[in-house]
C-alpha cells in the first residue's frame, strides 16, 4: 500500500512537472515541429552555392584529422605559405561537425548536398530556441516569447541562406547564442557558467574574428547596469568583470586551439597571424552596386548601411528603431533590450573603424539580422503596452500587412529568399541591374533541371558548359549529359548574369531564361 501511495505521488509530481514545462514551452515545442516539418518539405528544393563544394570538403578533412586518419589537407605544413589563408580566414570545426552528422546518418563519406542542406536548416533551430527563451525570461509569457522565432522567420536575406550558407549562418548563430547567455546568466555568474560562456565564446571567435567582441559586449553590459543601479563605478566590480573574462577567454582560446589545427600548431604566432590574414580578403573582384560594377575595395562605407536598408523588411527598421528610442528614454532599464543593442552599436563600429572589404549583400554581416530582429520583437511588445489604442491597432495592421508583403516574397522569390529587396528598393525587380541578386549561383539547379526535362534526348549524349563552380551543375547531370571547361565543345551552356559571363556566347542561341519577379538569374544556351 505504501509503495502503491508512493508511485502515485511520483506520478502526480511527474505530470505536473510536464503541465508546467508545456505552458512555458508548448508553443516553442509546437513552433519546433512546425518548421522541422516545413524543412523537410523544402530541403530538396535549394541549389547548391559557389562555395559549397570547398566548405563540405575542408570539414571532411577537419573530420578525418581530428579522428586520427589521414587527411591530405591538415597533415600538410599547416605554417605553409600555400595553407596559411585558408586555415587562417576559416575554422572548420562546424563544417566538420556537418559533414560527421551526415556521415553517422548516411553511413558515407560521400558529399550528399542535399542531405547537407537539410541538417543545416535542422541546426538552425538553436537560434530560435535561444530567440524564445530570452523573450521568455524577461516577459515571462509564452504567447509573447513565441514572438522571437516567429519574428526570424520573416527575414528572407536570413531564412534565404540557412540551408547553403554555412559559414555565415553558424557564426550568427553562435553569436546570437553568446549574447542570449550573458543575459541569461549576468549577474549571477558561477564556475559552471564561466565554462559554458568559455565554451560559447571559443566557438564564436573561432569562427570570426569579429566574435572577439563579445568580451567588450560583456564588460560594457555589465558595467552599465552596475553604473545604472549604483550611480558609480568601483574598482570591486571591474577586478570583477576582468577576473571572470579572464577565466572566460582562457577556456575560449582552449576551445580555439582545439577546434583550430592551424593554432594548435604554433599557437602564438599563428594567433597573430589569424587576426592580420581575417582582413586578407581578395579586393580585385567585382560586384554590382548602385547600378554600377565596382571593385569590392572601392564599395565605400556606405556600402554595408545600403544594403541593410533595402533588403531588411522595413518594420524591422522602425521597430528596431522605437526600440532605441525606449532604452534611451526609460534610461537603459530593459537589460535584453541594453545587451542586443550594445552587440549591434559595436558591430556597426567595428565595421565604419575597421573598413573591412564585404561582398555578396550583407553576408558578411548576416549575424546582425537576428539581432535586429530581437529588438524589434521587443519594439513591438513596447508598443503593445501603451495606453493608446490607436497606436497598439495602427501599428498591429502595419505588422500584419508588412509581414503578408514579405510571405508574397517569399513564395514568390522561392528557393531564392535571400534575393530579397524590399518596397524602398521596389523589391527584386527594382533592384535589378542596380544591386547584385543570385549572388550564391544557387539557380543552376533549376537550370539543370530545366534542361534535362525539356531538351536532353535519354538516347543520346551531350556535352554542356556552365560558370561558376562546376560542381553546381555536375551535382545534377544525368549520365548522358557531360560537363565539359570549353564553352567550344559544349552542346549547351548554363550561366548566370553576376559576371556577365553569360555574355560570352551568342546571345541568338538564349533558349531559356530561369527568373523570379522577371529578374533574370540564369541562363540556358542551345550551342549546336
Known sequence: MGNSSQLKLIGISFFNRLITILRKYGLLIIFLLAYLLLSLLTYKDYGITWDERDVYTYG??????????????????????QNENLLVLYNHFYPGVIFAINYFISGSREINYTN?????????????????????????KSTTAILGPLFLLLLPRFIGDI??????????????????????????????????????FGLTQSSRVVGFTLYFIYFTYALLIFYRDNKKITFKIVRKLVIDLVIIGMIALLVNVITSPYLGSNFLVNFINSIKYSRA??????????????????AGLAYLPTLFMITTPIMFMLLSGYSFYRLIRNKLENNLLLIFWIAIVYSFGLYFISRPIIFDGIRHFLFLLPLISIVSTIGIIEIAKTRNKTVRLATVAFIALNSLLVI?????????????????IGYTSGA??????????????????????????????????????????????????KWTDKTSDADFFVCYGRTNENLKVDQSKLIHVITRENVPLNYIYKLK
Open 60 to 81: 571532411e578533412q577537419y573530420y578525418l584529422h581530428s579522428t586520427g586518419k589521414p587527411s591530405s589537407f591538415f597533415d600538410r605544413d599547416l605554417g605553409s605559405a
Open 408 to 424: 508574397i516574397q517569399y513564395a514568390r522569390l522561392y528557393p531564392y529568399q535571400y534575393i530579397y529587396f524590399n518596397e524602398l
Open 432 to 481: 535589378y541591374q542596380k544591386y547584385e541578386n543570385d549572388y550564391w549561383g544557387a539557380s543552376y539547379k533549376e537550370a539543370i533541371q530545366w534542361l534535362v526535362d525539356n531538351q536532353i534526348n535519354a538516347n543520346d549524349n551531350y556535352t554542356i558548359n556552365t560558370c561558376a563552380h562546376p560542381m553546381q551543375s555536375i551535382y545534377y547531370l544525368p549520365d548522358n549529359l
Open 281 to 298: 580578403i581578395s579586393s580585385q573582384g567585382e560586384m554590382l552596386f548602385n547600378g554600377e560594377n565596382v571593385i569590392y575595395s572601392d
Open 163 to 200: 540551408p547553403t550558407n554555412v559559414r555565415d549562418v553558424s557564426f550568427a548563430i553562435f553569436f546570437f547564442i553568446a549574447i542570449s547567455l550573458i543575459y541569461k546568466f549576468y549577474p549571477n555568474i558561477d564556475r559552471f557558467k564561466l565554462i559554458i560562456l568559455g565554451l560559447i
Open 116 to 140: 547537407m542542406h537539410l541538417i543545416n536548416l535542422c541546426m538552425a533551430s538553436f537560434i530560435f530556441i535561444a530567440a524564445y527563451v530570452v523573450l521568455l525570461k524577461k516577459y515571462k
